[in-house]
């Protein structure tokens, strides 16, 4: 360091007068800081650099859980945005059906199904659906009867990703269709107006849509054992409603009650499995929700 | 600026450089040359050990964020010298914690006296560090900043104005005041011995006029 050291410093007796003030300031010793600064220097620079890693940390944190939230935003509001889009044409408000499905351990709650709702206004686009799109949604409501059995089957991610994919560009083709000008919009307007008309087609449809929810929100890599046993359960009944389905001697009535308790199934489970992943996005469980009965 | 100002330390450009790259070491080399200079100044300004630390580390600090955008060099060559730029910081970083605690009140009262400016010579007790330290620290805060700044470091009455947040008149009416105030504090005892002192010398006196009896 340079010696930088007053020369009146070390001569603490009187000298001689300073011929000024300055000269008389220049004279008086340095001041020594307490304690060791520069330690106290190093930790204050280190801070900053933990201070920012655990910034970007709470910024992912706060990417994951916002793409989440609106995961299952999305997720919810589709449901009643397709049954909303399924019911549109249907002037005739279906009666409420109690029904009881069988669980693993003994019967499951009771299912209610709400009357759908007219829709009148929205008939209008739903005759936009042009016929390959009516096709490829009857094609798809066959997929109960080759739906894996219950969890034991439950397919891997992959599986999902792949059966998720397929959901998607189906929907997808059925989106880009676009009504055929001339004479064939009346053909497609007939044949969908048919479709609408029979709350079967309408209900197979629907189950159709909510299977791939489902297929899109389950993650068998993560999870917690609530959820787990109440997915399972649901698994179970619609495994036992497609065992009824699979009859040969079902009636139309009794078809059209075992398609919608599928359905509400389907709703349960696809809010079960976004609850689920939204908890494991969140980096949290609903154990503590649990109650303990003695 | 008056050459003895204690900040007045030329830095090699070449750890300049090595400051600017981060490199640790320079900085502490750097913080050891500047480190009794910053704090002397912020002890002289604020009156008070601990928070002249704490201005010691604030501006230490700034220096060391800032330093890659200090565009001069080390010795002042091509202009302002490194040691001008981190006084300029010490200095603000006082007057600061000054202005924050509100210390105004303790100012001498302002008149437009600076005309009575106080050229005398100091006297000799300004010779005396402690007398001339325990001096200073009687005398009110902002008084005493102006006192260094203009003394001490070479601070015009226009740029203490400035750092100050005041008029150049105010800083001259501060550095005149606080000179004949400091000049009356020092003088005082020299000019009324104690009572302790004066008892000596009539006890002195009194045994000499028993011997001459």
């Known amino acids: 360091m340079p010696d930088n050291s007053h020369s009146g410093a070390d001569n603490g007796a009187l000298a001689a007068a300073p011929q000024d003030w300055s000269a008389a300031f220049a004279a008086l010793p340095m001041e020594t800081p307490p304690g060791d600064g520069w330690t106290q220097i ?12 655990s910034a970007r940390r709470e910024r992912r944190a706060t990417w994951l859980i916002g793409m989440a939230s609106a995961a299952v935003l999305v997720l919810a509001a589709w449901s009643p945005l397709s049954r909303w889009l399924q019911s549109a044409g249907d002037d005739t408000p279906a009666p409420a059906v109690v029904a009881t499905t069988q669980g693993l351990r003994g019967p499951a709650a009771p299912v209610r199904a709400e009357p759908a709702e007219a829709r009148v206004a929205v008939a209008t686009s739903q005759t936009t659906a042009a016929p390959d ?18 969890r034991s089957a439950r397919a891997t991610p992959k599986q999902l990703h792949a059966a998720s994919d397929a959901a998607a560009r189906r929907l997808a083709t059925a989106a880009s269709q676009q009504p055929a000008p001339g004479p064939d919009r009346s053909v497609a307007t007939t044949t969908t107006a048919a479709s609408d008309a029979d709350p079967l087609q309408k209900l197979k449809a629907q189950s159709a849509q909510l299977e791939a929810l489902v297929a899109l929100a389950r993650d068998d890599r993560v999870g917690n054992a609530g959820l787990e046993l109440l997915s399972g359960e649901l698994d179970a009944g619609i495994a036992t409603i497609d065992a009824s389905l699979s009859q040969s001697d079902l009636t139309t009535t009794r078809q059209q009650d075992l398609w919608r308790q599928r359905v509400d199934l389907l709703q349960q489970l696809a809010g079960v499995e976004a609850t689920s992943r939204w908890l494991a996005a969140h980096g949290t469980s609903n154990d503590t929700a649990l109650v303990s009965v003695d | 600026m008056p050459a003895n100002s204690s900040f007045a330390i030329d830095v090699p450009d070449a750890l300049l450089a090595r400051a600017r790259a981060g490199e640790r070491p320079a900085f502490e080399q750097l913080y050891r040359w500047f480190e009794r200079p910053v704090f002397t100044l912020a002890l002289r300004i604020c009156g008070d050990r601990e928070e002249a630390a704490e201005v010691l580390q604030d501006t230490m600090l700034k220096v060391l964020n800032r330093v890659a955008d200090f565009r001069g060099c080390g010795s002042g060559a091509d202009g302002s010298p490194f040691w001008a730029w981190l006084r300029q910081i010490a200095v603000n970083e006082a007057l600061m914690r000054l202005r924050s605690r509100r210390a105004h009140g303790g100012e001498v009262a302002i008149d437009d006296d600076h005309a009575l400016e106080d050229h005398a010579p100091p006297p000799p007790a300004a010779a005396d560090a402690a007398q001339l330290q325990r001096a200073l620290a009687q005398l009110p805060a902002v008084t005493r900043s102006v006192l260094w700044l203009y003394h001490a470091e070479g601070y015009t009455h226009e740029e203490i104005a400035t750092l100050m947040q005041r008029t150049a008149s105010f800083s001259k009416s501060q550095l005149a005041r606080g000179s004949r105030r400091l000049r009356l504090l020092l003088e005082g005892p020299a000019r009324e011995p104690s009572s302790a002192a004066r008892n000596d010398i009539l006890a002195v006196a009194a045994t000499l006029e028993v011997r001459h009896a």
């Open chain 1, 133 to 150: 799109t009516v096709a490829q949604s009857t094609r798809v409501t066959t997929v109960p009867s080759h739906r894996p059995h219950a």
């Open chain 1, 42 to 53: 190093t930790r204050r620079l280190d801070a900053p650099s933990s201070r920012h890693r």
